[in-house]
């Protein structure tokens, strides 16, 4: 049998290595994480810094084909990878998910709107941009950000410098910011597209996507946008897919706005916005992933069922009891030992028959 190697060692890594074992694949993990969610799960794990690249050129040597479910590893350890054993996706696209500001640019080349935009390496850039831009305002850092660390508001009476200080070097140090004008829109989607290494891609449909205190809360399908804009929103993470030459997953998370769609962000793997796939998809995220950067074909996303996707942050996750009790609900928890405040433990997917709640003919855009 093959050996599939995961970069990562999180719920994301732990999902897709299930997904792997199911299709009977051995899954070696690399993980600067001891007793890591992925690692509970799979044949071997090596616990090494990303950039060890000894560590890197043996866990290479030991395996088929490596992919990634965190994409902020270092140029140096990718390349040494790819010189090794097939790297899915390759660095290319880890490159452009790296950095807001290639990937604002990366999508504003295709011709697909985002937020207006304009990169910031200091406190002088920030109040030129602000100046064109308008309030409000959001200052992100370029690299490193999730969970919306590494994120300042700016309204009307923030001061830029404060801002600016508030954001520090950024969370790589690097002191390299995007200030993106402040959207109000009608509600967030996301999709998320498969492709094959033959080219042949596959989507699932898009899901309505709830925040809660800068973390994903629920993920809803079907989400309540007519069919155009939903065709729309899978046009523009195919387009995509297909430009970055991503062999793997791609989900593509956008704004929905009175005036059309905008793209937020990207991400060359599986995502939290698709975790509903599990239950109410033939083929889930993790196994058209593991199909993807295997080479298999891929299998169907269609959807049988409706479906919401809880997130069971922190404390959340002790009330396994009852969501075990509920017939409509299905239990996913990551098998992390400490329930740090912001820490996703699990996840739960309620499931309901398609057009059961009348949510088929809800449109909002
Ligand atoms: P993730 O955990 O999804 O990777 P992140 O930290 O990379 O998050 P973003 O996805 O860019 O950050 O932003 C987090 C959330 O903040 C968005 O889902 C959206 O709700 C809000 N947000 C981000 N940018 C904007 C914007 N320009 N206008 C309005 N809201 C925004
Ligand atoms: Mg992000
Ligand atoms: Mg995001």
Not at 319 to 339: F, N, Q, S, T, V
């Amino acid at each position: 049998g093959s050996t599939v190697g995961i970069i990562g060692g999180g719920q994301l890594g732990r999902m897709a290595a299930l997904a792997a074992a199911r299709l009977g694949y051995r899954v070696h993990v690399f993980t600067p994480e001891q007793d890591s969610p992925a690692a509970q799960v799979s044949a071997a794990a090596t616990v090494a810094a990303y950039g060890d690249e000894t560590a890197i050129a043996a866990f290479a040597r030991a395996v088929d084909v490596v992919t990634f479910e965190f994409e902020n590893i270092p140029a140096d350890s990718v390349r040494l990878m790819a010189s090794l054993v097939p790297v899915r996706p390759g660095w290319n696209v880890l490159e452009t998910a790296q950095d807001r500001i290639d990937e604002k640019q990366f999508f504003n080349d295709l011709g697909i709107a985002t937020a207006p935009w304009r990169a910031i390496t200091s406190h002088a850039d920030l109040v030129a941009a602000l100046d064109e831009i308008g309030r409000p305002a959001v200052l992100k850092t370029a690299r490193m950000g999730y969970d919306g660390k590494g994120q300042v508001r700016i309204t009307a009476d923030t001061d830029p410098a404060e801002a600016w200080a508030a954001l520090g070097t950024g969370l790589d140090g690097s002191g390299c910011g995007i200030l993106e004008g402040f959207i109000d829109f009608l509600g967030e989607i996301s999709v998320i597209v498969a492709r094959g290494a033959d080219g042949g891609w596959a989507a699932f449909d898009p899901a309505w996507n709830v925040h809660r205190h800068h973390i994903l809360d629920t993920s809803t399908v079907p989400a309540p946008i007519s069919a155009a804009t939903a065709a729309q929103a899978i046009d523009i993470a195919r387009c995509a897919a297909e430009a970055l030459d991503v062999v793997g997953l791609l989900a593509v998370e956008m704004f929905v706005t009175p005036t059309g769609l905008l793209v937020n962000e990207m991400a060359p793997r599986p995502h939290n916005s698709g975790h509903w796939t599990m239950d109410a998809c033939i083929t889930d995220q993790f196994e058209q992933f593991i199909r993807a950067v295997c080479g298999l074909p891929l299998g169907s996303s269609a959807r049988h069922s409706n479906a919401q996707m809880t997130n069971l942050i922190g404390a959340d996750a002790d009330r396994w009891l009852e969501i075990l009790a509920d017939p409509d609900a299905r239990l996913h928890l990551y098998g992390k030992a400490e329930a740090r405040p912001g820490r996703k433990m699990g996840h739960v997917n309620r499931l309901h028959p398609l057009g059961s709640d009348g949510s088929d003919a809800v449109t909002i855009s």
